[in-house]
């Protein structure tokens, strides 16, 4: 496999990674609320969160790409903050309808019988929303992995993932065995990060607790 090849399958993965990393705990954290604190009044707070779904990538990218350069923020932070951004209606509505699915009164139970809020959250409510969580990581994944408008916009070129390398490859005449090569090999590692993180979290879910 070419060395480029290798270097965009690097970026996506790393960008991805970082992706969910800041969008899934933010979505576990602004589900919990919608599911369970705001059922009764969901509307503005979903309203808000929806809106990066509604807007344009391309367009917040043109928008956004003068500011970052005025304010001076890092190309690799500023499409990993944006894209964050873009992921997070996906992570949060996962998880309010993981939140929606559970009994609040699993945590109070969990209290009654000794557990501080921490252990209840971590060893009661977290296993039993494993499910939702590890969709809503996969799914923040695959926005970071995915993307091609912010990348190449905020990123200026400089962050070469695997979308921006297939664009590429397409838009060259007499590259389309290439450029399928490139959309299938790089379909495969996020199944086998989604199927690993999967099994993972099952044998948490199934592992005995202390």
Same mark, same amino acid.
């Given at each position: 496999?070419?060395?480029? #090849?290798?270097?965009? =399958?690097?970026?996506?993965? &790393?960008?991805? /990674?970082?992706?969910?990393?800041? +969008? @899934?705990? %933010?979505?576990?954290?602004?589900?919990?609320?919608l599911?369970?604190?705001?059922?009764?009044?969901?509307?503005l707070?979903?309203?808000?969160?929806?809106?990066?779904?509604?807007?344009?990538?391309?367009?917040?990218a043109?928008?956004?790409?003068?500011?970052?350069?005025?304010?001076?923020?890092?190309?690799?932070?500023? #499409?990993?903050?944006? =894209?964050?951004?873009?992921? &997070?209606?996906? /992570?949060?509505?996962?998880?309010? +309808? @993981?939140? %929606?699915?559970?009994?609040?009164?699993?945590?109070e139970?969990?209290?009654?019988?000794?557990a501080?809020?921490?252990?209840?959250?971590?060893?009661?409510?977290?296993?039993?929303?494993?499910?939702?969580?590890?969709?809503?990581?996969?799914?923040?994944?695959?926005?970071?992995?995915?993307?091609?408008a912010?990348?190449?916009?905020?990123?200026?070129?400089?962050?070469?993932?695997?979308?921006?390398?297939?664009?590429?490859?397409? +838009?060259?005449?007499?590259n389309?065995?290439?450029?399928?090569?490139?959309?299938?090999?790089?379909?495969?590692?996020?199944?086998?990060?989604?199927?690993?993180?999967?099994?993972?979290?099952?044998?948490?879910?199934?592992?005995?607790?202390?």
């Amino acid at each position: 496999m070419d060395t480029g #090849v290798i270097s965009a =399958l690097v970026h996506s993965g &790393l960008l991805g /990674t970082a992706v969910a990393l800041i +969008a @899934t705990p %933010l979505g576990v954290m602004a589900g919990r609320a919608l599911g369970w604190r705001l059922l009764r009044r969901p509307a503005l707070p979903s309203i808000v969160l929806l809106g990066p779904v509604v807007l344009a990538p391309f367009a917040v990218a043109m928008g956004l790409d003068v500011v970052i350069l005025r304010v001076g923020i890092p190309e690799e932070v500023a #499409v990993v903050l944006v =894209l964050s951004v873009f992921a &997070l209606p996906y /992570t949060t509505y996962t998880m309010r +309808a @993981t939140y %929606l699915a559970l009994d609040p009164d699993l945590e109070e139970q969990a209290r009654v019988l000794g557990a501080s809020p921490r252990q209840a959250r971590h060893r009661v409510t977290l296993p039993a929303a494993t499910a939702g969580f590890v969709t809503a990581t996969g799914l923040a994944f695959l926005v970071g992995w995915s993307d091609y408008a912010v990348t190449l916009l905020i990123g200026g070129g400089q962050i070469i993932t695997t979308p921006i390398l297939i664009g590429s490859s397409a +838009a060259g005449s007499g590259n389309d065995a290439l450029t399928s090569t490139l959309a299938v090999s790089t379909s495969l590692p996020p199944l086998v990060a989604l199927a690993v993180f999967t099994y993972a979290a099952s044998r948490r879910r199934t592992a005995p607790r202390s």
